[in-house]
């Protein structure tokens, strides 16, 4: 019923593909030739028959487990063993002497052959070479065994290449902790806080004093305790702190994280607890910045050193709302005179050691940025002169202040503006070095130009013999 349609289509089918290779034949051979033109002028760029085969024999050898090693290795002279079980024994091993391998044969069997082949004089003569071999192995076999003795210097080397233990010596862990805590930065951290404590226009309360100073002591030893244990492989590429007490394994990553928590959480406690929350508040905020934007900002862009900076004004402020339960004008004066004091003290200490930096993957100013490293020192250097010149202005000290503090302002901007102009080494330092007793000396005018506080008391006195 449906073959007589289904043979129409199908031969309607078969006339237009017969139709379409008819067209297609005279352009088929064309590219046929043409590809044959491009073989005959390039013949090595086209992949061929031998390509092929090739590669199919390379798969073969790497598929199949027997043709993983064709050749055996050449056998090396056994060297002396020396037993590791007990360090403090020597053992003595012997040295196995190379023996060639040469299979000896029973007399029966050598002198049967020799009789049969007696007429081949090249035989006889490998014959020869055998037994000589045979002998000379037994001689050796005879001779006095070669006995290694390790000295002691080769000894404590080889101990040394070995992985042990980490043994921690209970008389070093004050010095590992004061490492570990960066003591000397925790000191200058703890006199800024006091600076500001002293600074706050209150009552002096010492065990006030000492309860702050020491909950910012602790909050600054965590700091940097978390700091070291986040930068171990950056800080061996270092020749700074290549001798950290985590680079040199004195102390287990564990045991410095330990410290740090033992540190930190009664120091935050004692901030918030025993002064006030804002200041426990301000001393956690410190050790986030410090450690979990600081720290991995170093690596990624130079903006670390505004967050750094920023890290450094929080102590004063600390110290004044310890003192004080509120944050003022005079507390963010002193945060920004420790911000603008950072940059030249940490640009130009990061200008000699940009080398160590770049080693380990720092982004510093220094290292990315040279111009904008002078220019961001020698700036800030003068916003030191206007910040002093504002102290008064804000009821903090008296017009005193700005006029004794302008010399020494004045010198380490002297220097801020050699180091930008030069760039060298030796301008580097010299700010370095005046940046070191700027600071403790712009705190002692500050402190003895302090405005003298008004009791609520003593101000109503007047107004009362003024209304008598």
Not at 324 to 329: F, M, N, Q, S
Not at 337 to 359: C, G, I, V
């Amino acid at each position: 019923m449906f073959k007589t349609p289904c043979s129409r289509l199908s031969g309607l089918i078969g006339v237009s593909v017969k139709r379409k290779l008819v067209q297609n034949v005279p352009r088929c051979n064309q590219t046929a030739r043409s590809l044959i033109q491009l073989y005959r002028r390039d013949p090595a760029n086209w992949l061929t028959y031998q390509h092929l085969n090739f590669l199919k024999r390379q798969y073969v050898t790497k598929n199949k487990s027997e043709l993983h090693q064709r050749a055996v290795p050449k056998q090396a002279p056994a060297l002396t063993i020396l037993d590791e079980r007990e360090d403090g024994v020597e053992r003595q091993v012997q040295r196995i002497s190379t023996i060639d391998p040469v299979v000896s044969q029973p007399e029966d069997v050598t002198s049967k052959a020799q009789a049969e082949i007696s007429d081949s004089t090249p035989v006889a003569e490998d014959v020869a070479a055998q037994n000589a071999s045979v002998s000379s192995v037994v001689s050796k076999r005879d001779e006095t065994p070669y006995v290694h003795v390790e000295s002691e210097e080769a000894k404590e080397a080889r101990l040394d290449r070995q992985w042990k233990e980490i043994k921690v010596n209970v008389t070093d862990l004050p010095d590992i902790y004061a490492r570990l805590a960066k003591v000397k930065l925790t000191a200058l951290v703890v006199t800024t806080a006091a600076a500001g404590f002293a600074m706050a226009p209150v009552p002096f309360d010492p065990l006030l004093f000492f309860v702050s100073c020491l909950g910012t002591g602790l909050a600054s030893c965590t700091a940097n305790s978390i700091n070291q244990y986040f930068e171990v492989p950056f800080d061996s590429n270092m020749n700074r702190t290549k001798n950290r007490p985590l680079v040199r394994g004195q102390i287990s990553p564990l045991h410095a994280v330990s410290f740090a928590l033992a540190c930190g959480v009664p120091g935050v406690a004692l901030l918030t607890l025993a002064v006030n929350p804002l200041t426990g508040f301000l001393g956690a905020l410190n050790i986030f910045l410090y450690t979990c934007c600081y720290t991995p900002l170093k690596r990624l862009s130079i903006s670390n050193t505004w967050v750094g900076a920023i890290v450094g004004a929080i102590p004063p402020v600390m110290g004044w709302t310890a003192a004080t339960g509120c944050l003022e004008p005079g507390a963010l004066l002193l945060g920004g005179l420790l911000y603008s004091w950072q940059f030249p003290h940490f640009n130009a200490l990061s200008w000699n050691l940009k080398e160590d930096y770049s080693r380990g993957g720092y982004r510093m100013m220094s290292v990315t940025h040279p111009g904008m490293c002078q220019r961001v020192a020698l700036r800030h250097s003068v916003g030191l002169i206007g910040l002093s010149a504002l102290a008064p202005v804000l009821d903090v000290t008296t017009w005193t202040f700005p006029l004794i503090s302008l010399p020494i302002n004045l010198y380490i901007s002297y220097l801020a503006f050699r180091f930008y102009h030069k760039g060298d080494r030796n301008n580097a330092r010299k700010l370095f070095f005046c940046s070191l007793w700027h600071l403790p000396m712009l705190l002692l005018l500050a402190l003895t130009c302090k405005k003298p506080r008004r009791d609520p008391e003593d101000a109503a006195l007047p107004s009362a013999s003024s209304a008598s």
